[in-house]
């Protein structure tokens, strides 16, 4: 009420702190001058409302006295947050589309130089004997270029420049081949045994994603879900 309000101070009104900061500012204000500053006022149920304040002084009565007129800033605050969120989400997309074009390089490079490990190790393999005791060493060659060469593919068409090769997966096939990097990568102290479902039909989905596909912290519920993203209709 208007009886209420004259009763108050501008202490009773600001936090101290606020009062405190703005006490210190008038002491510089000779009479004549005015400032523009923010502070915190308090209304009576204990909220903080953030105001810009606009303090003159001047002669009123034949006193010097001074004429302080506060905006809420509330609406400002708020819009400044929602333009700073903006930015922020702006700059992360820019930052991934860099990304995507920095893999998507670094992708195209390394899969020009595969084609010529691969091309060697296809001469290779070509000029040695059947009994050859690096033939096996070279078909690995060709092995871990042709996974690499997957990866590349993957890298390029997550950055925009090349697609996902969606094809007829045979699971046990693919499972089949990584066992090899699976027990030279587990601790020697490790027993590795792998069940195999028999005559498992095949999937259409890309094999480069499945190989990285970990469902370790995937939910139940996320499965099927899981599975249409892969082109699979059912996955357990």
């Known amino acids: 009420t208007r009886e209420q309000l004259l009763e108050l101070t501008p202490r009773d009104i600001t936090t101290p702190q606020a009062y405190s900061e703005a006490a210190s500012s008038r002491e510089h204000l000779a009479e004549g001058g005015c400032a523009l500053m923010e502070s915190i006022h308090v209304t009576r149920d204990g909220r903080h409302v953030p105001v810009e304040g606009n303090i003159r002084y001047l002669t009123y009565l034949g006193h010097t006295a001074a004429l302080s007129i506060s905006r ?66 070279v078909a690995q060659i060709k092995v871990a270029a042709n996974r690499a060469a997957s990866l590349c593919r993957q890298m390029l068409a997550c950055s925009g420049r090349g697609r996902f090769v969606v094809e007829r997966v045979d699971l046990n096939a693919l499972v ?61």
């Open 72 to 137: 809420d800033l509330t609406d400002r605050r708020r819009a400044e947050a929602e333009r700073l969120e903006i930015e922020r989400r702006v700059l992360q997309v820019q930052k991934y589309q860099s990304l995507g074009q920095l893999a998507g390089g670094v992708a195209h490079d390394f899969n020009n130089i595969l084609v010529a490990i691969l091309g060697h190790a296809e001469l290779a393999a070509s000029d040695l004997p059947e009994s050859s005791p690096a033939s096996d060493h």
């Open 176 to 236: 089949s081949g990584i066992l090899s990097l699976l027990k030279s990568s587990v601790s020697k102290c490790v027993s590795l045994t792998v069940c195999l479902a028999e005559q498992l039909p095949p999937c259409r989905a890309d094999a480069t994603q499945l190989r990285q596909l970990d469902l370790r912290h995937v939910g139940v519920e996320h499965l099927d879900a899981v599975a249409g993203r892969l082109g699979l209709d059912h996955l357990a």
